[in-house]
């Protein structure tokens, strides 16, 4: 009778626990905030990714300045990261050829990311300009955690079988 109204009390307490984060319990995250007087960059962009054969081919444009590291990546449609690569952007020359693995689900997206912690440490020039953790940085393709903001650019869904 005891471990019943032990396992009756956990149930209980886990259902209060998660209906508590599902209906506004849990804590708002807020954009990190630009660093005093600095400027402010509205960065624009796009991912295209198209297959040939067996080779995607993800690439774009992006308007962050040259010497920014980010990454070019394939991610499956439930969330799953299956290829990536480290690029430090130079000119217009965003576009990486992956081979399409047997792993990868049948329908894939490709992603150009600018952000300060996926692809290494942002030179220090890169960093003055848009913030430690990219605050000074703004547009529709913007996203933040609590790692800060990243610049995120997403291709149409391929179906690569």
Not at 15 to 44: H, N, Q, W
Request: proline share 2%.
């Amino acid at each position: 009778m005891k471990r019943k109204t032990i396992a009756v009390a956990v149930l209980t307490a886990m259902i209060i626990i998660l209906l508590t984060g599902c209906f506004g319990g849990g804590a708002k995250l807020d954009r990190p905030t630009m660093s005093p007087g600095a400027a402010s960059y509205e960065v624009t962009g796009s991912c295209e990714a198209a297959l040939s054969g067996n080779v995607l081919t993800v690439g774009g444009r992006c308007d962050i300045a040259d010497g920014t590291y980010g990454t070019i990546s394939v991610y499956a449609t439930n969330g799953e990261e299956v290829a990536k690569v480290v690029v430090v952007k130079t000119g217009d020359n965003l576009t990486y050829d992956f081979t399409v693995q047997d792993n990868w689900t049948d329908n894939v997206y490709g992603f150009i990311t600018f952000d300060t912690t996926q692809a290494g440490d942002q030179p220090e020039a890169i960093l003055a300009m848009y913030g430690k953790k990219f605050e000074n940085i703004s547009g529709a393709n913007v996203v933040w955690d609590s790692h800060g903001v990243a610049v995120v650019f997403q291709s149409e869904l391929i179906t690569v079988r």
